[in-house]
C-alpha cells in the first residue's frame, strides 16, 4: 500500500490537530500542535502519523482539562472512522489481532490507552464508562452523515509536504490551517457540546 495508506494516516491524525485548535480557540487551552508526521510503518505496508506539542504535558493532568484531553485523544480514531466507514471498535480498540492487523485496523490502540488513562484519574474514574459510551455512541450517530466531514477529508496529504524524507513527510501546518477554517468554525458548536457534556456527567 505504500503511500496510498499515507491519507489514512493523514486523516486521522488531522482529527487530534483539529481537536487541538479547538481546544484552543474555545478555551484558551494552549497545547496546540507544533509538528504533524506521516511516516511508513516499521516492518509494515502501512503508514503512521504523529502528531506533538512541546507544551507541558502537566497541564493535561489539570482536572478542569481533563475531558478536553479526552475528547482530543478520541478525535483521530473518530476521524478516521468516518473517512473509512468501519466501527469504532476497528480503530479505537484494546488489542490488536491478526485480521485487525491484514485490515489494518486498530490504529487507535495507543488512544484508547490514553483515553483509559486520562479517565482514570481520581475525578473522573467512575464515570468513565459513562464517558466512554457517550462519545462512542451517542456522538457518531448524530455525525457519521455530516457532509461537513466529507469535504473535509478532500484534503490530500501531499498537498501539505513540507519535507519528505525517505517517506517521512512533514507537513506544513501553516499551509494546512486555512484550508481546515470553515471546518473549525462549522464544528465548534458540536464540539463544545461534546466536551462540555462530559463535565456535566461530572458534576451532576
Partial sequence: MGNSDH???????????????????IYKYDRRIEEFIISPRKGSEFSDGEVKTSKATALSYDPYNTAKEYVKTFYGCLFEILYRKIQINECLCSRIIDEFLILNYGNGLLDYQQMGNIASRP?????????????????????????????????????????????????????????????INSHSKFYKNLVETLEHIVLK
Fill in 123 to 183: 475525578e473522573i474514574n467512575k464515570y468513565k464508562k459513562e464517558w466512554f459510551s457517550y462519545i462512542t455512541k451517542n456522538q457518531i450517530e448524530n455525525i457519521k452523515n455530516n457532509p461537513e466531514f466529507e469535504r473535509i477529508f478532500e484534503l490530500k496529504y501531499e498537498n501539505y509536504i513540507l519535507t519528505n524524507e525517505n517517506d517521512f513527510c512533514y507537513i506544513d501546518i501553516e499551509k494546512l490551517i486555512p484550508d481546515v477554517e470553515n471546518f
Fill in 7 to 25: 491519507q489514512r494516516a493523514f486523516i486521522h491524525e488531522l482529527g487530534h490537530f483539529i481537536a487541538s485548535e479547538l481546544n484552543f480557540r
